[in-house]
């Protein structure tokens, strides 16, 4: 469902080059993981795919669905069902995280031509769902991650992603700051949406999600390129020798 | 919506979305204007003029005599230039000072009597000068939900006040409610006694001018103890040509009393450029409290910077009793320049002056704007909360003064005033000044300029709202602790009017 093709990426600022031929076909259903040093691009492969300004796509291709990604707003890419969770979400001071959502949600629904949910649906279906990640009412009342701690935001993300329901869900460090137990919830979170027309590209430095999250395929980014894909027990072997052996053996 | 014309509706959008959209988001709604016969005043000011609108007024000897006095005082004095607006040099001899319309030549007894064109103006801008709830109401005001509240108006139609709603009821509560001019002739002795005490006669070029010429506004006097049982409100609106609105509001609030004030303006779309002076003067007893907000929505001008009002107001309110409070609230969205800084006089003890506001400049606008705190009195406190907003060409300035005298121990304020720059030609000024000349005094200030967030902005569309949407979004957002301290009636409007205003204009 996910085509990236040779993707070139560049800051539009200054001529530095970031993604230098990106490479990845995600199918609907499988759980792709990227893992890579810092500095690597993931996040910036992340912020590409769904439409942030400040990069110039100078080579390739990324389709949805076999849709142009590239040539479409954020928006427009959200309401086709990309989805990012980002690894730092914003604060929106006066905004609160219910409107914030509701807002969302109505927008992408009218935007795919479908009725508004009535307060009433969307009141049941955020409950439910914030409930199930543990976040309590008062939370949602507040405004969009003004205050939240680095754990909540992400279980704020985690929940945007429930209610919006996307096909394609890149989560970048989802993982990073959270406890033990909240890692739980999140993967749980996750695990509830896999589905078979649904697709997840997974950032993480820590084999730990992947024990929650089972991925299909792991792939390893460095310098702006994916330079190793395999099975789960890349991800192990990243965990036990760190980056050195993979990076010496592709140069 | 010029905006939205030059945009291609993308696919999926129905037609009906984007008609409501241009709708709310259209042109200056309030530009229409009433078609009545007028009455005017020769153009020009003169000590003939002076008299002749004290006549108008049916006013005693006194008052001339004060509007005559600061006559002299204006012709002494020269118009500030001081702020960072500009404009065409006014020439003072080619307006208008009084316009009624004929049909107020023998004042209406009572509303029924009223011209129903006059009425038909009021209703059309939303605001029915009937005795009712505002939506649907029950008795026992109180207690019920804001929507409804009930809510007197005092209507003024470019210079004369043309009818008061729930008068017998106020009057009933002791609570006195009515044009100044009628206040003049009636209660001369609460009038003599508080008039021009906050305010002075020789405060500034535009009060002075004003004191001389003012030719209508509402007068409010409630009793030690009584807390109005309803918000009262003016409407403002200039209908005529040429013609400049000069109105005085005198607010007495007895010991202990408490009431809610909301002004509201608005004025035809006209290529010239017209003048809007107006002073208000609160004066605030023992323990007594005034909340008065404001809803400026003046024709700004169009586009290019032609026509608009040139609003230049002096607010001002004296905290004269310890415990008194007052809180200014404006929604400056309207007139091309505006020159208007409500200020607190903290006199008594602990007493508490706050100020919210937020000034949405567009296009060509320039807004000068700010408070000012002087705290004389021990403990007294004072909060200012200034958020001005900018897009298009327009220029927006903070302007503030904190002052703490020698014997105000223990003082404190905080101010807070953030400016928000949409696109790249408009600006943002902060000038705060800070006085303090005792040393138990505490100011705090904290300023801060920001374009709208670009990760804020690509937050909300990642997310699948459009730009439109998500601009209005966040900036709501950073409106929100102004639009809480407004009454409600008022929050739904000026929320529509953030909305509006920045309708299209991202840079
Ligand atoms: N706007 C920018 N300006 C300057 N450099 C940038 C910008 N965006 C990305 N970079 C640089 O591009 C490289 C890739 O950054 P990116 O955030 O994609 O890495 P990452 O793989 O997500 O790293 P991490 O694991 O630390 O999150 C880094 O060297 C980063 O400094
Ligand atoms: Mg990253």
Redesign the interface.
Known sequence: MLNINNLHVQLEEEDKQILKGVNLTVEPGKVHAIMGPNGSGKSTLSYVL????GYEVTEGSATLDGQDLLEQ???E???AGL??A?QY???????GNM??LR???N??R????EDELSAAEFLKEVRAQAKSLKIDAEMLKR?VNVGFSGGEKKRNEIL?MAM?QPKMCILDETDSGLDVDAMKLVAEGVNALRSENRGFLVITHYQRLLDHIKPDVVHIMANGRIVKTGGPELALEVENNGYADILAEVG | MVALDQTQVKDGVDQETVDAVREVGGEYKYGWETEIEMEYAPKGVSPDIVRLISEKNEEPEWMTEWRLQAYERWLQKEEPTWAMVNYPKIDFQDIYYYARPKSMEVKPKSLEEVDPKLLATYEKLGIPLREQMILAGVEGAEKAPAEGRKVAVDAVFDSVSIGTTFKEELKAAGVIFCSISEAIRDHPELVKKYLGTVVPVTDNYYATLNSAVFSDGSFVYVPPGVRCPMELSTYFRINAENTGQFERTLIIADKGSYVSYLEGCTAPARDTAQLHAAVVEIIVEEDAEVKYSTVQNWYPGDEDGKGGIYNFVTKRADCRGDRSKVMWTQVETGSAVTWKYPSCILRGEESQGEFYSIAIANNMQQADTGTKMVHLGKNTKSRIVSKGISAGKAQNTYRGLVSMHKKAKDARNYTQCDSLLIGDKCGAHTVPYIEVKNNSARVEHEATTSKVDEDQLFYCRSRGMDEEEAVALVVNGFCKDVLQALPMEFAMEAQQLVAISLEGSVG
Do not use: D, Y
């Open positions: 769904s439409g942030k300004g707003e954020a928006e890419r959200a309401a989805f990012l980002f979400p914003v604060e929106i001071p006066g905004v409107t914030f807002t969302a949600v927008a992408q009218k935007a795919r031509g405004p945007q919006l």
